[in-house]
């Protein structure tokens, strides 16, 4: 990292790398759960809660990319090895295993709240210390927020055409 780059950092650089790395394996396994819930939704309302769960894929792709840049400015190493996510992740992973729309929906909606909690937790850390990360965090956690909003959308047309059926 440059050394002006440096300088503005106002906390432990290596801890704020730690916890970006936890978010980086959040991302990561976040992505999967997301791309694979697409594979094997089923149920009604499967094609829109698809496309939603393709897009909120492809948004998490982007941010294990953003914070995985940010480490690399920072001095740092991203997670290397898949499994270590495992180790590191704040919010885990809920494999789809049961495929009904509703519990797919369930699963995820519960994940971006996990994610809101934990950039909520990381912006706070870095708002009077990194301004860099600060402004990538509060993007990523909009995201987020935009993702509940829209799993949750979904949920309730499900729950009322349900009602109407």
């Known amino acids: 990292m440059g050394k002006k780059g440096t300088e503005i950092i106002g906390m432990d650089v290596s801890k704020l790398v730690g916890e970006l790395n ?21 149920g009604p309302l499967r094609e829109e809660a698809m496309d939603e769960l393709i897009e909120h894929a492809e948004d998490e792709l982007r941010h294990a990319g953003l914070i995985a840049d940010r480490i690399l400015q920072l001095g740092g190493t991203p997670v290397l090895k898949p499994e270590e996510w495992y180790k590191v992740t704040n919010c885990g992973y809920d ?9 797919i929906l369930e699963q995820n909606i519960a ?14 850390l870095v708002k009077d210390a990194d301004p860099i990360t600060y402004h990538m965090l509060l993007t990523v956690l909009a995201d987020e927020v935009e993702h509940e909003d829209d799993l949750e959308s979904v949920l309730e047309d ?8």
Not at 22 to 42: C, N, P, S
Not at 97 to 103: A, F, G, L, Q
Not at 111 to 124: D, F, H, M, N, W
């Open 111 to 124: 994940g971006e709240r996990c994610a809101i909690g934990v950039y909520q937790k990381l912006t706070a």
């Open 22 to 42: 936890r978010a980086l394996a959040d991302e990561w396994l976040a992505y999967y759960q997301y791309w694979l819930g697409a594979k094997v939704i089923q």
């Open 158 to 165: 499900l729950e009322l055409m349900l009602k109407k059926a």
């Open 95 to 103: 494999a789809p295993t049961d495929t009904y729309v509703r519990k």
